[in-house]
């Protein structure tokens, strides 16, 4: 009923930019929490950036300065801007969204995205 779908991943050079979308459709009422993690070759899959509906924000140490999280809670779409990239932010990206089903749903659930692909070369 409720799908998460990524997009903007690719194949890059260390130093360039990707921008990455998800965007959930289906059965939601609101979203609570939409974040990015990624999970890398013989690593355990790790928070990138969060953002809450309204607005805070928080990130990885590893991407503070270079990446930038946003959402367009009209859309229930969130953002990812990566700037600088390096070899070491090559992974797949997954986006989590939390998120209530009705108005008079008690808790929240959470779907996961299927992931992009960003591998930077060099």
């Known amino acids: 009923q409720v799908q998460v779908v990524e997009s903007g991943g690719g194949l890059v050079q260390t130093g360039d930019s990707l921008r990455l979308s998800c965007a959930a459709s289906?059965?939601?009422?609101?979203?609570?929490?939409m974040g990015w993690y990624r999970q890398a070759p013989g690593n355990q899959r790790e928070l990138v950036a969060g953002i809450s509906r309204g607005g805070s924000t928080n990130y990885a140490d590893s991407v503070k300065g270079r990446f930038t999280i946003s959402r367009d809670n009209a859309k229930n779409t969130v953002y990812l801007q990566m700037n600088s990239l390096k070899s070491e932010d090559t992974a797949v990206y997954y986006c989590k969204v939390v998120f209530r089903r009705t108005i008079l749903t008690p808790t929240t659930d959470t779907v996961w995205g299927q992931g992009t692909q960003v591998t930077v070369s060099s």
């Open positions: 289906g059965s939601i009422f609101s979203i609570d929490i």
